[in-house]
């Protein structure tokens, strides 16, 4: 599976603040600033989150997509405004073009207690070595996952193998091997929550994050 997640980036400038968000997040203005805080509705999902800008006066929450609010005076309550899409992009358009890019995020299976991807996995092996690379300085992190099937520690050990099998992928292809930080959370973080020795195809996985 290839694709991104949300992400939640906080600009701050001299006269303007922008926000994706999952939020919830803070914007605290000195006295005396004047700053316009907007909230953007995140890159690649559209999702929303939340913003609080408060003064000594007070706070104002915002939490729809291009809902701003501009804090003139440490004495007001910062007022609340949504502004149109087409105006955001025109008035902060060079400043969004300079904000990183959301991490990407990959998902590949593996057949039970092994290290060997599934058929589906390996198809598509390439193309997330060919997404990663193309990342001008990648810094990745390669997680492994099992089911509940078997004890803690040896699904700690099973998740391990299988992320310092993705590890050899990535550097086979080219990555330089300390760019690459390989992990097991074993049994720990269930992509289908289930009980006790429950087999699982989702949750034998790894998850590798590109930022």
Known sequence: MIGRRPHAVVAAFAVA???YGCGPKSVRTDPGAQVLVVLLPDQDTGNVGKVVV???AGQ???STA?????????RVKPPAKTLKEDDVKKRFGEVLATLPPAPLHFTLYFRFDS??????SRKIVQDVLQSVKAQPVPDV???GHTDTTGSQ??????????ANAVRTLLIDAGLSASAIDARSHGELE?????????????????EITVR
């Open 190 to 206: 269930l992509l289908v929550p289930t009980s006790n020795d429950v087999f699982e195809p989702k949750n034998r996985r790894v």
């Open 153 to 162: 520690t040896s699904n700690f050990e099973l998740g391990m193998r299988r």
């Open 54 to 56: 408060s003064n000594a």
């Open 60 to 62: 104002t929450e915002l």
């Open 141 to 143: 992190i390669v997680i």
């Open 115 to 120: 290290e060997e991807l599934t058929d589906e």
């Open 17 to 19: 603040a922008l926000t």
């Open 66 to 74: 291009y809902s701003s609010t501009r804090v003139t005076t440490s």
